[in-house]
Antibody, heavy 118, light 106 residues
Framework: DVQLVESGGGFVQPGESLRLSCVAS????????MHWVRHPPGKGLEWVSA???????YYPDSLKGRFTISRENAKNSFYLHMNSLRAEDTAVYYC????????????WGQGILVTVSS | DIQLTQSPSSLSASIGDRVTITCQAS??????LNWYQHKPGKAPKLLVS???NLETGVPSRFSGSGSGTDFNLTISSLQPEDIATYYC????????FGPGTKVDIK
């Protein structure tokens, strides 16, 4: 069975950094694009970033520069490095696996809460 | 950038009602449109991919249609377990989610 497990969330102050991790199992990790999606309280889902199997990265314009996605295929893991965190980055962050065609997100982690507050 | 709008933003319907949620894309995204169901405290669930392909295990009362700029998600007979927020998502250019439609029971 496919499993995705996030870790690294928590409470941070504005301006601080945080790294989220997602460990995957149940599939050949290097074959798939992996994504981060977040859900701020009271708002809708927001796509955060994606990384291809060989390391090409993608971001929405709104998050370019502060967030960096990376992966370690040997560890079946990928990461979200978040810098200069703001209150509006407070959200539940989900890691997700794309389909083989990379057009939809078929498997999701349980989500992890990041709270940015002074 | 591709923009997605959804209507309505929320709806209340009775058990057994037919419910339709609309997603409009600008510009044209062909059939690169997916639908997700999101319940509080749970991970989102992919319901429909490529505009009209029902995912394995999703009840047949759900269906997707449309192409280009106009898409629909229909629930043919609303059930209590369908209470959730529904999002469309495009993958024609990077990924974008629509603003969501909250569905509850009247």
């Amino acid at each position: 069975d496919v499993q995705l497990v996030e870790s690294g969330g928590g409470f941070v102050q504005p301006g601080e950094s945080l790294r989220l991790s997602c460990v995957a199992s149940g599939f050949t990790f290097s074959d798939y694009d992996m994504h981060w999606v977040r859900h701020p309280p009271g708002k809708g889902l927001e796509w955060v970033s994606a990384i291809g199997g060989t390391g090409d990265t993608y971001y929405p314009d709104s998050l370019k520069g502060r967030f960096t996605i990376s992966r370690e295929n040997a560890k079946n893991s990928f990461y979200l490095h978040m810098n200069s965190l703001r209150a509006e980055d407070t959200a539940v962050y989900y890691c997700a696996r794309a389909t083989y065609s990379s057009t939809s997100l078929v498997y999701w982690g349980q989500g992890i809460l990041v709270t940015v507050s002074s | 950038d591709i923009q997605l709008t959804q209507s309505p933003s929320s709806l209340s319907a009775s058990i057994g009602d037919r419910v339709t949620i609309t997603c409009q894309a600008s510009p044209d995204i062909s059939n690169f449109l997916n639908w997700y169901q999101h319940k509080p405290g749970k991970a989102p669930k992919l319901l429909v991919s490529d505009a009209s392909n029902l995912e394995t295990g999703v009840p047949s009362r759900f269906s997707g249609s449309g192409s280009g700029t106009d898409f629909n998600l229909t629930i043919s007979s609303l059930q209590p377990e369908d209470i959730a927020t529904y999002y469309c998502q495009q993958s024609e250019s990077l990924f974008t989610f629509g603003p969501g439609t909250k569905v509850d029971i009247k």
